[in-house]
């Protein structure tokens, strides 16, 4: 039986999933309509949802109430959670902010209509050995690039810089004003970056001695970093088309990001803000330390540097290959959020999966990019 108060994704159009063809796009084939299982299988082979990401405790827990939705059943569609024609939205940040930017993406894949096809991606130095999972059933991860471009169809974009140090340190500043001249973005969501302090933790956290040198020149930020970067997004982007997104329930010092926006700028002259902590509403923590992989997955007993995940923990956790229990505990809300939460039972697939309140935050965010246009 659902838990009470829980929330299904209902498909209202015709369900897909999408496969990759030689050629890179992804071809759609369609699922059953209206299916109570839709979510449940879609989500099986989400190849842009990494898999810690979507949470699935072996019984449902009362004390992670706070990762159902409140709206009632069936009034989230995919639809919403797709960009406006001509948008070419540039999502920057830490691994914080792709989440956002993957949720879009399997939107985009996930619609009757599906347009979507990789451009260009590339993978930091830093994260080179780094594997993904993506999906409920780990399957392989389309998204896993730290910078990527994915034309979407409808003239419509989305490019996301996600932990690339070569356009998030203070030496690349001139490279990432030239690169935003480029690429004609109709609209920016970012998040501060990582500090210093960050990039240097995880570097003496891994067993790479080898680090890239670019990685050690993060130590060289000044305390003006914050405001020389925003000045730079400035430049491009009049205040109503670049949005500053919070980090979600004060995270900023958990995770070592810039403060955005800085000093003097809360009056918004500069961005228009859009307020994570207020749009999710609750905790639903991913807790990227458990190891607990579902029957027939991924094994996550090797931590060796081919086997580190992607994201915030400097190397700690486990290419993802686990499904976290969700937690909505004072303490998980300086973590990576739960996009969905399914019910599992051990050697049996996650069922009956619900929205969790991320995909309500993203769905306002593109609510806040549709009223830019």
Known sequence: MRPAGSVL?????????????????????TLAPHSASALDDLLGSASF?????????????????????????????????????????????PSLIREIAQLLLQAEQSSPDASIRLVSGNRDPFHADVGCFCGTTFVECASCYDMATWELGQNRRITYVTNYL???????????DR??????????????????????AAENSTSNNGAPGHV?????????????????FASHFEPRKLIHVSA?????????????????????TKATAFNTTEELGAVCGAPGYNKDPIDGGPQASENSDSNRADGDYGGEDLEGSHLPVPCDAPSCAAMH???FVCQR???????????????HMTQRLVGLLVATQ
């Open 216 to 232: 050690k020149e993060r130590r060289q930020m000044t305390n003006g970093w914050a405001d020389q970067l925003w000045d730079v």
């Open 166 to 176: 070569e356009l998030q340190l203070p030496s690349g500043l001139e490279d990432l």
């Open 9 to 29: 994704l209902v498909l209202l159009a015709a369900d897909v999933a999408c496969r990759t063809s030689p050629e890179g796009e992804l071809q759609p084939r």
């Open 179 to 200: 690169w935003l001249g480029e690429q004609q973005f109709t609209t920016a969501a970012i998040m501060g970056p990582h500090l210093e302090e960050y990039y240097a």
């Open 49 to 93: 949802l990494y898999s810690k990401y979507l949470c699935a405790p072996l019984e449902w827990q009362d004390t992670v109430a706070g990762c159902a939705q409140s709206e009632p059943a069936g009034s989230i569609e995919w639809d919403t959670l797709r960009l406006p024609p001509n948008t070419n939205l540039l999502i920057y940040g």
């Open 345 to 359: 039972s051990p050697g049996t697939a996650p069922k009956n999966c619900d929205a969790a309140p991320f995909v």
């Open 337 to 339: 959020q739960c996009m």
């Open 248 to 268: 979600w329930f004060g995270t900023e010092a958990n995770f070592g990001l810039v403060e955005w926006p800085p000093p003097g700028d809360e009056a918004g």
